[in-house]
């Protein structure tokens, strides 16, 4: 049987969370009772390459700024350099708006350019100080910046209850991300008593904002009848939602609903498909379930060099698996070798 179990962060707070993976049960894709709970992922600061790591596991997520945007970018030096990659640039027409108009979007600007260490030396201090200037003045998207800095201890004391009410302002304000992390606090149930329907509440939020963490997390309430009524077919809508937009997670989890006909009709092909790019993506659970697949002929032509090639590389990636293993062991030589050459092709090793 096999499990996921990861630690995601909030900023660089480690947040183990309790949601659910299902196992692969012997050449099934139906899940297993009794199994782990993977967890959700807290939504950073979007652009954000030098913070710590977000997870232990495979998922990784591309950085796309988060900078405010101007109703008028065409208008906006500082945010088109910043767009650019001329970071110095934004900076000096940042803060010379900021200092004369007083704008609060110029503000959470150089907050962003100081907390990642765009085109200077990084400094959380001065990210706080910026952010804060334009949280003050009602700018969301600083409140959540400066929301992640306090929750992680980045600037100055780790201040988790002063986040959580930057959070709530912001998630007040429409901002997405902060509903989801928000929501993620109530989940976790140690700033606040655990409360499932309230983290569920405000996993809507960020889901109908079309956030596909926040999806991803409300799909697994659906689907087990945490925080909300159980609803397979409202929990494969927000999986599909989320694996629309590369949720690696979703994707894997959409691809068992196709399979089994969960919440949504079978359909195989499209489930191997989705499954096939999730692996791709590097998704060891992915990667596994593709090797049974293929090891086992089901839904899909048997093809052993194949599956127990993507045996090897989900193994490599901590995600053994006994049976796999022992069949691996029974194919013959040449096989075997055939297997280790595509994936020492994957690595790139050969």
């Given amino acids: 049987m096999l499990t996921r179990r990861h630690?995601?962060?909030?900023?660089?707070?480690?947040?183990?969370?309790?949601?659910?993976?299902?196992?692969?049960?012997?050449?099934?894709?139906?899940?297993?009772?009794?199994?782990?709970?993977?967890?959700?992922k807290a939504e950073k600061p979007k652009a954000a390459p030098k913070q710590p790591a977000a997870t232990t596991a495979q998922k990784k997520t591309t950085p796309v700024s988060s900078a405010p945007q101007p109703d008028n970018?065409?208008?906006?030096?500082?945010?088109?350099?910043?767009?650019?990659?001329?970071?110095?640039?934004?900076?000096?027409y940042a803060t010379q708006r900021a200092e004369q108009k007083n704008d609060p979007k110029s503000m959470t600007l150089i907050g962003e350019i100081y907390s990642n260490g765009f085109?200077?030396?990084?400094?959380?201090?001065?990210?706080?100080?910026?952010?804060?200037?334009?949280?003050?003045?009602?700018?969301?998207?600083?409140?959540?910046?400066?929301?992640?800095?306090?929750?992680?201890?980045?600037?100055?004391?780790?201040?988790?209850?002063?986040?959580?009410?930057?959070?709530?302002a912001s998630a007040k304000l429409g901002k997405a991300a902060a509903a989801y992390n928000l929501g993620l606090l109530y989940l976790e149930g140690q700033l606040f008593p655990q409360d499932l329907k309230r983290a569920a509440e405000l996993f809507k939020q960020a889901a109908d904002a079309g956030n596909p963490e926040?999806?991803?997390?409300?799909?697994?309430?659906?689907?087990?009848g945490r925080g909300v009524e159980k609803d397979p077919v409202e929990a494969a809508r927000l999986l599909r939602a989320a694996a629309m937009v590369d949720n690696i997670d979703a994707e894997v989890e959409y691809a068992i609903a196709l399979f089994n006909g969960t919440g949504?009709?079978?359909?195989?092909?499209?489930?191997?498909?989705?499954?096939?790019?999730?692996?791709?993506?590097?998704?060891?659970?992915?990667q596994n379930r593709l090797a049974r697949v293929l090891v086992f002929g089901q839904g899909a032509a048997v093809d052993k060099v194949e599956g127990f090639k993507w045996h090897l590389i989900a193994k490599t990636a901590g995600n053994g698996d006994p049976d796999l293993d022992a069949l691996f062991q029974e194919q013959t030589p040449e096989d075997r070798k055939k297997s280790e050459d595509r994936a020492k092709k994957w690595f790139g090793t050969k």
């Fill in 214 to 224: 926040a999806q991803y997390a409300l799909a697994t309430f659906y689907k087990e």
């Fill in 264 to 286: 949504t009709p079978r359909d195989v092909p499209t489930a191997l498909a989705v499954l096939n790019r999730a692996a791709r993506q590097g998704s060891p659970i992915a």
């Fill in 119 to 168: 085109g200077v030396k990084q400094d959380d201090a001065k990210a706080a100080e910026w952010y804060k200037r334009a949280a003050d003045l009602g700018d969301r998207e600083a409140m959540f910046g400066l929301a992640m800095l306090k929750i992680s201890g980045r600037g100055g004391p780790q201040q988790r209850e002063e986040a959580a009410k930057l959070l709530a």
């Fill in 7 to 40: 630690i995601q962060v909030l900023g660089s707070a480690a947040l183990a969370l309790a949601l659910s993976m299902p196992a692969f049960a012997q050449i099934s894709l139906t899940p297993q009772s009794g199994t782990k709970s993977a967890p959700a």
């Fill in 73 to 92: 970018p065409n208008a906006d030096l500082a945010y088109g350099a910043f767009q650019q990659g001329a970071y110095l640039t934004a900076l000096k």
